[in-house]
């Protein structure tokens, strides 16, 4: 039972790993877009495991690829030995990651992909000096923890890197916020001038940025700001890792990877989450200069291993023989104009964001910009109740962020819609 269950998971595991929802759901079975909770219960699932269910749950062709590669009686053999299809993956994404003369190393999760692009940067421009962005998350190692800008998921000062800190594309709130965005890529610059020149050695090695900032609450800076940016890391040979740990593979509907709304080419790229589909994989694509900067034996035990790159090679071939990009975009349209026409207008939504099947809602204290947590709160669980999984994030806990797998259908994003618009009305006290 998962009364039970709840007591026994307090019981064991640590309070600091939260658990979503006042009576959180234990998710037992899911097919396509769909997940069942242990009490019978179903729900279109908006947030995928965190934006990592990308193409959904109980897909044939992830399945079999996976059941065949068990069949063989091998689950793993390491990186010691060759592995077929964890070439065949790394053929595939250095092709499309956009990097000329790329590499790719694999890991097991986004966190030691960011690890292992910082390691990189570093070494290759011998400097531990690093550039992040304000509200930005990238993991949960010391490196990772070290240039990720967010309070609430800093769980130690303890930091390897030098890191300055550039602002973020918040238009809420902030020293940016309001400007236009030409305005605010011009500012955006200069503060980069500025802090090259007060906060850093000069020395630097590289800038590490979300291309839309997931636990950040969906913040994206204006398409053309990394262009901008770039421009001047490249006047100082600093590298531009991006962190497409959330946005990569078609998600935001009008690219394939994020970096490409801004028009530049990263030095650096890190995957992780959609591409296993719930398989443990993740990795760094790189120009082989970069990415070959380790002077020393560094391995993966499990990274790239036989089950999850027979996983990522299906998750990947189904998503380009689908063109989920193109669905992103327009299932993604549709969600995006039905909430901002829906509740766009309302007093408590302070902006609908995001790109393709990336949307999130921010919500306010009515007439400011004063966060509101309390009732993104209500909003996330009268969703639930109304029979839609959402997430929730910003720096404030006041963002309502939908990120489902990128096969949803027209008529699963109308039915989400509506649940969400009944849900936002209701919490937020709007007649219907
Ligand atoms: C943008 C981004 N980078 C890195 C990570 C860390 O990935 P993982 O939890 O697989 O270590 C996350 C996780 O949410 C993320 O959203």
Same mark, same amino acid.
Request: hydrophobic fraction near 45%.
């Given at each position: 039972m998962t009364d039970d269950l709840l007591a026994r998971h307090r019981a064991v595991l640590p309070s600091w790993m939260p658990l979503y929802y006042a009576e959180p759901i234990e998710l037992v079975s899911g097919s396509g877009r769909?997940?069942?909770?242990?009490?019978? *219960?179903?729900?279109?699932?908006?947030?995928?495991?965190?934006?990592?269910?990308?193409?959904?749950?109980? $897909?044939?062709? $992830? *399945?079999?690829?996976?059941?065949?590669?068990?069949?063989?009686?091998?689950?793993?053999?390491?990186?010691?030995?060759?592995? *077929?299809?964890?070439?065949?993956?790394?053929?595939? $994404?250095?092709?499309?990651s956009g990097i000329p003369d790329a590499r790719v190393f694999f890991t097991n999760s986004g966190t030691e992909a960011n690890e292992a692009a910082l390691l990189v940067a570093t070494n290759h421009r011998r400097s531990h000096q690093i550039l992040a962005v304000r509200n930005s998350y990238h993991g949960r190692s010391y490196a990772a923890m070290g240039v990720t800008g967010n309070r609430t998921w800093s769980a130690s000062g303890l930091n390897p890197l030098q890191v300055a800190w550039l602002h973020s594309g918040d238009r809420v709130r902030g020293l940016l916020a309001r400007l236009s965005a030409d305005e605010q890529v011009d500012a955006a610059v200069e503060d980069l001038r500025e802090v090259l020149a007060t906060q850093t050695a000069g020395d630097v090695a590289a800038l590490i940025a979300e291309p839309i900032q997931g636990v950040g609450g969906f913040v994206h800076p204006p398409d053309g700001l990394f262009a901008g940016w770039k421009k001047?890391?490249?006047?100082?040979?600093?590298?531009?890792?991006?962190?497409?740990?959330?946005?990569?593979?078609?998600?935001?509907?009008?690219?394939?990877?994020?970096?490409?709304?801004?028009?530049?080419?990263?030095?650096?790229?890190?995957?992780?989450?959609? +591409?296993?589909?719930?398989?443990?994989?993740?990795?760094?694509?790189? *120009?082989?200069?970069?990415?070959?900067?380790?002077?020393? +034996?560094?391995?993966?035990?499990?990274?790239?291993?036989? $089950?999850?790159?027979?996983?990522?090679?299906?998750?990947?071939?189904?998503?380009?023989?689908?063109?989920?990009q193109a669905n992103a975009a327009r299932v993604g349209a549709i969600l995006a104009d039905g909430l901002r026409s829906a509740v766009g207008n309302l007093d408590c939504v302070a902006e609908v964001r995001g790109k393709g099947l990336m949307l999130g809602v921010e919500f306010v204290r009515p007439g400011g910009s004063e966060p509101d947590p309390a009732l993104t709160n209500r909003v996330f669980e009268a969703a639930r109740e109304g029979g839609l999984l959402a997430g929730k994030g910003g720096l404030h806990g006041n963002v309502l962020r939908m990120g489902p797998p990128l096969t949803l259908t027209e008529e699963e994003a109308r039915e989400g819609l509506a649940i969400l618009v009944d849900a936002i009305r209701s919490a937020a006290g709007v007649a219907a």
């Open positions: 769909r997940v069942t909770d242990a009490q019978g *219960r179903t729900y279109l699932d908006f947030f995928g495991g965190v934006l990592t269910n990308m193409i959904g749950y109980d $897909i044939p062709e $992830i *399945r079999e690829a996976v059941e065949r590669q068990l069949a063989t009686g091998i689950a793993h053999t390491s990186t010691l030995y060759l592995i *077929r299809q964890q070439v065949e993956l790394a053929e595939k $994404i250095a092709q499309r001047v890391l490249d006047e100082h040979g600093i590298l531009f890792i991006a962190d497409e740990v959330q946005t990569g593979w078609g998600r935001t509907g009008e690219h394939f990877w994020g970096y490409q709304a801004h028009g530049v080419t990263p030095d650096l790229l890190t995957f992780a989450k959609g +591409i296993g589909n719930g398989f443990a994989l993740a990795g760094v694509v790189g *120009r082989a200069e970069v990415l070959e900067s380790v002077s020393a +034996i560094s391995f993966s035990t499990f990274g790239g291993n036989p $089950i999850s790159t027979a996983a990522g090679n299906a998750v990947l071939d189904y998503l380009i023989a689908h063109d989920l």
